[in-house]
């Protein structure tokens, strides 16, 4: 039912008030607010009705008659909003200088300490017109944490800031965030909503995807967590451990006597989780000697690269400059379009992600070509009795990419550039369409990213022509698998 704000200004005598309630419960109208403005006039109180568009109209008309109101100030909008202001002298300037830039007046203002680095200020605005709401909260929204607590949210395209606004706050409350946190993810979920906005994405829908993967990653925290392992022996003196979780990348283990070596670690937000099924599946997991491959640098395979401590971490060029990057607050190689960028920091903060210290990086490779556009081998890994080539894509999933191949053992990790769709539970099939969704593409080069998955194809199927048996495929998703007819197949089935 339509709502209206009636600003009325009403004698100093008693029953003013009464007069006014009982000529709008007359025409069935519901008193949802009342605010009295002392900033404009002490007699002046801000009304909010709610009934139908006939009956407003029979309530502004008797209020008219009797002087209440003024007819050139009925479209006034009163709105309510909690901006969170660093507790430090001349804060609240910028807002208030936005407030006077669209000459806005303020029916209250007052504040209240948080914890010590901020204050929740509490504004009252009057607004004479109602085309700059969407302007004015996209302008405080951009410098302040901003909850709107009471607007009229009728007007066209405001709906999309207060969704946003309302949908960090909900955030903030759910994953735990930082005020510096929900400012960035409110700026980031409205550039993921402008760009797929512009190419005819309904609004509504985009924050849906955006709320699906917070509360997806979320809910899949603590006694939530499951995984799903899988155990194979692939030389006398290697065990492959692949660990599976619900959403995030595999994590692969290669188990010999002296050490153990990590391929991808999934997600931040489940350090804790990982570390207890680490220590389920290794007794002496803390005094165990490790190192840490990747096979790129999303941030969804490398969440515990900052969480592991004394572990050596190896990767390619490439990789460490996107890494690099991430540390030194630059946009790393997927974030190349504003579509990527923005769903990439939306990721880092729904997963608490913090790119590794630089020191404690290796690269492996040298002489690698800028621009290649085939699965090019640039250096070797050894785990026990195992050798491993490390190839390198062109960076159709993203710049950096690589594949480990063990011919002997006839295992390849593939990264995403293969990922076992079919094997997905019906559960992580439908965590997995959301980044596609809110991307438009997991890969940043589709035509290269079909030409990789051609030349993997290719890799694994000569390794098990030359074996004589299925090559084991570890890929970035889903179970363990092999190759058949063109497709990956899970083999535990």
Not at 13 to 38: D, E, T
Not at 198 to 222: L, M, Q
Not at 231 to 244: G, P, Q
Not at 422 to 434: D, I, M, P, W
Request: with cysteine; net charge negative; charged share 25%.
């Amino acid at each position: 039912m339509p709502r209206k704000s009636f600003v009325t200004t009403m004698p100093d005598k008693a029953g003013a008030f009464l007069l006014a309630s009982k000529i709008i419960a007359q025409s069935k109208g519901n008193i949802v607010r009342v605010s009295y403005n002392k900033a404009i006039d002490l007699h002046m109180l801000f009304i909010d009705v709610v009934a139908t568009e006939e009956n407003l109209g029979d309530i502004e008309n008797a209020l008219l008659e009797i002087g209440y109101i003024n007819d050139k100030i009925t479209e006034i909008r009163v709105i309510e909003v909690t901006v969170k202001i660093p507790d430090r002298p001349g804060a609240v300037m910028p807002v208030l200088e936005i407030l006077n830039k669209y000459e806005i007046n303020i029916s209250y203002l007052n504040s209240s300490a948080t914890d010590g680095a901020y204050q929740n200020f509490k504004i009252g605005m009057l607004i004479e017109n109602p085309k700059v709401i969407k302007t004015l909260l996209d302008e405080i929204s951009k410098i302040y944490q901003i909850d709107i607590i009471e607007c009229d949210d009728s007007e066209e395209n405001l709906d999309n800031t207060v969704f946003y606004i309302r949908l960090a706050n909900e955030m903030q409350k759910l994953l735990n965030l930082s005020t510096e946190n929900t400012m960035e993810f409110i700026s980031e979920s409205n550039r993921i909503l402008q760009v797929l906005q512009a190419e005819g994405e309904d609004a509504g829908r985009v924050f849906d995807y955006i709320k699906r993967f917070a509360y997806f990653v979320s809910s899949n925290r603590g006694e939530n967590y499951k995984v799903d392992i899988e155990k194979l022996k692939i030389s006398d003196a290697v065990i492959l451990y692949s660990i599976e979780p619900f959403c995030g990348s595999n994590t692969y283990v290669l188990e010999v006597p002296d050490e153990l070596v990590l391929i991808d670690t999934g997600y931040a937000i489940y350090a804790d989780e990982m570390q207890r099924v680490f220590k389920g599946l290794f007794a002496d997991w803390d005094n165990r000697k490790k190192r840490i491959y990747i096979t790129h640098a999303d941030v969804d395979h490398c969440g515990l690269l900052s969480k592991i401590k004394n572990a050596p971490l190896y990767l390619n060029r490439k990789s460490a400059q996107s890494l690099q990057r991430q540390v030194q607050g630059l946009p790393d190689y997927r974030e190349n379009t504003e579509l990527r960028l923005g769903y990439s920091k939306v990721s880092r903060i729904i997963s608490g992600y913090m790119p590794p210290e630089i020191d404690s990086i290796k690269i492996f490779d040298s002489g690698t070509p800028e621009e290649h556009d085939e699965l090019i081998n640039i250096a070797k890994m050894t785990v026990g009795d195992l050798e491993f080539m490390i190839y390198e894509g062109s960076g159709g999933h993203v710049n950096g990419e690589m594949v480990y191949a063990c011919e002997k053992a006839g295992v390849v990790f593939t990264g995403d550039i293969l990922v076992n769709i079919n094997g997905f539970s019906q559960e992580r099939a439908e965590f997995n369409s959301l980044a596609p969704y809110l991307m438009k593409s997991v890969n940043v080069d589709s035509q290269k990213a079909k030409e990789m998955r051609k030349q993997a194809n290719k890799l694994i199927f000569d390794i098990t022509k030359k074996n004589n048996k299925p090559c084991i495929v570890c890929g970035g998703h889903g179970p363990v698998s092999e190759l058949s007819d063109g497709k990956l197949v899970s083999m535990k089935s």
